[in-house]
Nanobody, 123 residues
């Protein structure tokens, strides 16, 4: 059983930056593909960014390409999401997720989820 805990949410003005962290425990972190999703009230949870368990390949939603960057530190069992040039549209609860396969943008492929952390971007 893998447990995921997110850190780093908060409030920031448009154009600012935040870095989210997700610490995993209870499993072999390097064997899991990791991703960040986000959700706003009344909307489905959407894929933001993902990193495969093998190698350094990453993928991003079109809405965050060039602004967000996902990285992982396997010895620390941690995945990060660096968010730059934030916009009010980025306001959401951000969730960390883990899966043993490679269907990065497929929500149903993820076995483990964190509790979420709120990110609020004001104009």
């Amino acid at each position: 059983q893998v447990q995921l805990v997110e850190f780093g949410g908060g409030s920031v003005q448009a154009g600012g930056s935040l870095r989210l962290s997700c610490v995993a425990s209870g499993g072999t972190f390097s064997r899991y593909s990791m991703a960040w999703f986000r959700q706003t009230p009344g909307k489905e949870r959407e894929f933001v960014a993902g990193a495969y368990w093998a190698g350094g390949t990453t993928h991003y939603a079109d809405s965050v390409k060039g602004r967000f960057s996902i990285s992982r530190d396997n010895p620390k069992s941690t995945v990060y999401l660096q968010m730059n040039s934030l916009k009010p549209a980025d306001t959401a609860v951000y969730y960390c997720a883990a899966q043993q396969f490679s269907f990065l943008s497929t929500l149903s492929a993820y076995d483990y989820w964190g509790q979420g952390t709120q990110v609020t971007v004001s104009s």
